[in-house]
């Protein structure tokens, strides 16, 4: 049995370009409006002082949004609970405008016990194109979208992207392994021929562990505090051709790669996922949590000389994958192409 214990806690390459710095700047905090000259019809700090709810009058106040919002936008949304650490709003819509879509994404907090009822109720808003599902609602949307999960989605039984169909339903896929690779190559981890300890079995681990066993992984081995969720987990991957099993979320063995694909982590109060001892000097450990972008986890393995690999990488190869795959019902919503500058 897993030893981690951890409480339910209340993100490639592309066609789509990088976004300009004009929109990039203004999802960093850039001001999105320009101040008023002296004198040009402001208040002095005399008069705003005798009248502080005075609404102000001045002209010269000129709001310059750097993103298109208006009412023909196709709105996205990012479910989850909690839905504060979530990152991709502000990348995702970029790209999408920079690629000449006209959309935004925008987070809401869902309930567990909410997700049910809100997945039909979502068809009813026509201008929502689709959303990302994040923790911890990944496999109760797969279970809900039944016949509505593509290949991805279905063999791992969870689903983190789902998209409005020309059909009027909703159609789910799981783009977290993928993107989740795709870092791990970037940052110069090969998974083929490798062994890898997987803590959690939930969505993202779920993802991660077939696209590692679909990128050449020699082994594959996961450890969740529901062991027969681990156990279910393992007697999947070995249906699909790689060695896996559980192991007990103490000792890594031979794993080159250790994955904290649960939650744990995000809290300032979380324990550790895994204890030190797991923590030898060479070994990759990797995260799915952003936010904090370093976590105890994180920082631990760092000190024992292990390479650490921080959650941001599989958002950030996921976002081309994301914008291609909403494309499709971002246009059905929102067909006029925006002007992109050069």
């Known amino acids: 049995m897993c030893s981690m ?38 208040m002095s700090s005399h008069d705003r002082s005798r009248n502080t709810h005075m609404p102000s009058t001045d002209t010269n106040v000129s709001l310059q949004p750097a993103l298109r919002l208006d009412g023909r936008t196709a709105v996205l949304g990012i479910l989850g609970d909690p839905v504060a650490q979530v990152k991709a709003p502000a990348p995702l819509t970029a790209r999408l405008q920079q690629a000449g879509l006209n959309a935004v994404l925008v987070p809401m907090h869902v309930r567990a016990d909410d997700v049910a009822a809100l997945l039909p109720a979502l068809l009813t808003l026509h201008n929502l194109a689709g959303f990302i599902v994040t923790v911890p609602h990944k496999q109760r949307v797969a279970d809900l979208l039944g016949d509505g999960l593509l290949p991805g989605a279905r063999r791992a039984n969870a689903s983190n992207v789902v998209r409005r169909t020309v059909q009027g339903g909703w159609q ?39 696209a590692l066993a679909d990128a050449g992984a020699r082994s594959v081995r996961v450890c969740d505090i529901d062991t027969a969720k681990a156990e279910a987990l393992a007697r999947q991957l070995q249906l699909h051709g790689v060695e896996a099993g559980t192991w007990n979320g103490r000792e890594p063995g031979e794993a080159e790669l ?4 649960t939650p744990v982590g ?7 996922p895994v204890p030190a001892s797991a923590l030898r000097a060479g070994l990759w450990v990797a995260e799915v949590i952003m936010a904090p972008a370093v976590t105890p986890l994180l920082q631990l393995a760092r000190e024992r000389g292990c390479i650490a690999h921080e959650g941001r990488h599989m958002m950030e190869r996921q976002l081309g994958l994301m914008a291609d795959f909403f494309e499709p019902a971002i246009l059905a919503i929102a067909p006029e192409r925006l002007e992109v500058a050069a």
């Open 258 to 261: 250790l994955v904290n694909a």
């Open 266 to 272: 995000m809290r300032v109060d979380d324990p550790r």
């Open 172 to 210: 789910g896929e799981l783009l977290d392994g993928t993107g989740f690779v795709a870092g791990l190559r970037a940052a110069g981890f090969d998974p083929r021929g490798r062994a890898a300890c997987i803590a959690g079995a939930g969505g993202a681990a779920s993802a991660i562990a077939f």
């Open 5 to 42: 214990r951890w409480r339910p806690t209340p993100c490639c390459r592309s066609r789509h370009p990088r976004p300009c710095a004009a929109i990039t700047s203004a999802w960093q905090g850039a001001p999105n409006w320009r101040t008023p000259r002296p004198g040009a019809g402001s």
